[in-house]
């Protein structure tokens, strides 16, 4: 490689220099991540990434029983190291994406040790939680006239674009289910919408023609329902986008498929339906999903399910205004569930206030109240309520 360092902006992807990350960024509007640069011939790689740590204090009831806690954690996002390989051939665009993503806190309980690698989840032995997670491994090629085609490992498409919406994802959120830890807090997950997650897939995305584009891909087949499947899942997302004036905004529409095999197997599937529009300082979003059979959506999680199908649902809303370097922000949710081996309609519903300073384009310095409510027999026995106040701050580089 050259021995020119470069940094500079980061643009739209379709073979173009954007990870994720930076993605997440420009989609709150907290300004350009900038990368590290190195070229040779007609190919350049990108390195990029993210840190952040919060405090976090934490007072809980559940079942007549008060809790109090604090804790130094990672928010939504872990940390996350990006190699973006890029380069253009016989009228291809071509990308590569390795991404690993550390965490700062271990469940050891003796400070400055680690807890045991070898434990495989005996009693008394605490295994890691500071691995490295592979979320990103992929590479793709394509060009403006007929598409991009993507193997490996990357985002989900169902439930992609509200994740990236959530304002705390550049904070902390909800944290009921972090006390693991898990390296990343729920922020508004299981609170309005289902987590994507990061998944093996062969996607297909087609040109953009007039701000509306569509990616759809087979996906590698879950564990879940008591049987290992047969068959890929599916998931499809039709997304358009348009600016008049001061006033922009995004439509999607998604679904995820898939179809367990074996004793008890049924047809898992999800809806969703998203919005953003933004004028001038103010920025609205609006979401809501449907799903059978795809899991609990009270935790979360796309697959798991308590072996039976289980209807959910929910709903999210957010308003964020900017004031110079400094955006406010409101957002709620609620998921819902029932069906299957559930006795009862068990609710988990969350409500962020948050205020995001971009202290320069590097670093953002946060703070933020969450309430958490949780209601059913199944899953909240005793019902569960939180409050969380967290401040901290995360570097994007």
Same mark, same amino acid.
């Given at each position: 490689?050259d021995?020119?360092?470069?940094?500079?902006?980061?643009?739209?992807?379709?073979?173009?220099?954007?990870?994720?990350?930076?993605?997440?960024?420009?989609?709150?509007?907290?300004?350009?991540?900038?990368?590290?640069s190195?070229?040779?011939?007609?190919?350049?790689?990108?390195?990029?990434?993210?840190?952040?740590?919060?405090?976090?204090?934490?007072?809980?009831e559940?079942?007549?029983v008060?809790?109090?806690?604090?804790?130094?954690?990672?928010?939504?996002?872990?940390?996350?190291?990006?190699?973006?390989?890029?380069?253009?051939v016989?009228?291809?665009?071509?990308?590569?994406?390795?991404?690993?993503?550390?965490g700062?806190?271990?469940?050891?309980?003796?400070?400055?040790?680690?807890?045991?690698?070898?434990?495989?989840?005996?009693?008394?032995?605490?295994?890691?939680?500071?691995?490295?997670?592979?979320?990103?491994?992929?590479?793709?090629?394509?060009?403006?006239?007929?598409g991009?085609?993507?193997?490996?490992?990357?985002?989900?498409?169902?439930?992609?674009?509200i994740?990236?919406?959530?304002?705390?994802l550049? @904070? %902390? +959120?909800?944290?009921?289910?972090?006390?693991?830890? =898990?390296?990343?807090?729920?922020?508004?997950? *299981?609170? &309005? /919408?289902?987590?994507?997650?990061?998944?093996?897939?062969?996607?297909?995305?087609?040109?953009?023609?007039?701000?509306?584009?569509?990616?759809?891909?087979?996906?590698?087949?879950?564990?879940f329902?008591g049987?290992?499947?047969?068959d890929?899942?599916?998931?499809?997302?039709?997304?358009?986008?348009?600016?008049?004036?001061?006033?922009?905004?995004?439509?999607?529409?998604?679904?995820?498929?898939?179809?367990?095999?074996g004793?008890?197997?049924?047809?898992?599937?999800?809806?969703?339906?998203?919005?953003?529009?933004?004028?001038?300082?103010?920025?609205?979003?609006?979401?809501?999903?449907?799903?059978? @059979? %795809? +899991?609990?959506?009270?935790?979360?999680?796309?697959? =798991?399910?308590?072996?039976?199908?289980?209807? *959910?649902? &929910? /709903?999210?809303?957010?308003?964020?205004?900017?004031?110079?370097?400094?955006?406010?922000?409101?957002?709620?949710?609620?998921?819902?569930?029932?069906?299957?081996?559930?006795?009862?309609?068990?609710?988990?519903?969350?409500?962020?206030?948050?205020?995001?300073?971009?202290?320069?384009?590097?670093?953002?310095?946060?703070?933020?109240?969450?309430?958490?409510?949780?209601?059913?027999?199944?899953?909240?026995p005793?019902?569960?309520?939180?409050?969380?106040?967290?401040?901290?701050?995360?570097?994007?580089?």
């Amino acid at each position: 490689m050259d021995n020119t360092t470069t940094r500079k902006g980061l643009r739209a992807t379709g073979g173009k220099r954007l990870s994720l990350l930076t993605g997440a960024l420009l989609a709150l509007g907290m300004g350009p991540a900038h990368a590290v640069s190195f070229s040779q011939g007609d190919a350049t790689l990108d390195i990029n990434g993210t840190i952040n740590g919060f405090y976090s204090h934490r007072s809980a009831e559940s079942g007549g029983v008060k809790t109090t806690n604090s804790a130094l954690t990672n928010g939504l996002l872990p940390g996350w190291i990006n190699f973006v390989f890029t380069t253009k051939v016989d009228g291809l665009d071509i990308k590569a994406h390795v991404g690993f993503a550390p965490g700062i806190n271990d469940k050891s309980d003796v400070v400055g040790l680690p807890s045991d690698p070898g434990c495989g989840g005996a009693t008394g032995c605490d295994s890691p939680f500071t691995q490295i997670d592979t979320r990103n491994l992929y590479f793709q090629f394509g060009n403006a006239e007929w598409g991009t085609i993507k193997f490996g490992r990357d985002i989900g498409l169902f439930g992609q674009k509200i994740i990236l919406s959530d304002m705390t994802l550049l @904070g %902390l +959120g909800g944290n009921s289910y972090a006390s693991t830890p =898990f390296n990343t807090t729920f922020g508004m997950i *299981g609170h &309005g /919408y289902m987590y994507t997650g990061f998944q093996p897939q062969i996607t297909y995305t087609t040109p953009t023609k007039g701000g509306l584009s569509a990616s759809f891909g087979i996906f590698d087949p879950n564990k879940f329902a008591g049987s290992e499947t047969k068959d890929p899942g599916f998931q499809a997302m039709a997304n358009y986008d348009w600016e008049a004036g001061t006033a922009k905004g995004s439509v999607w529409l998604g679904a995820v498929h898939q179809r367990t095999s074996g004793t008890g197997s049924f047809n898992a599937s999800g809806f969703e339906l998203g919005a953003k529009v933004g004028i001038g300082a103010f920025e609205a979003v609006a979401y809501g999903f449907d799903a059978s @059979g %795809l +899991g609990l959506s009270t935790v979360g999680a796309m697959y =798991f399910s308590p072996f039976a199908k289980t209807d *959910g649902k &929910g /709903y999210f809303l957010q308003g964020t205004y900017t004031v110079g370097k400094t955006k406010f922000g409101l957002n709620f949710g609620e998921n819902r569930d029932r069906g299957g081996l559930l006795a009862d309609t068990n609710k988990f519903r969350s409500a962020t206030v948050g205020v995001y300073h971009s202290l320069n384009k590097y670093i953002t310095l946060v703070g933020e109240y969450n309430q958490e409510k949780g209601e059913g027999s199944d899953i909240f026995p005793g019902d569960l309520k939180t409050r969380t106040i967290s401040l901290g701050g995360i570097l994007f580089f």
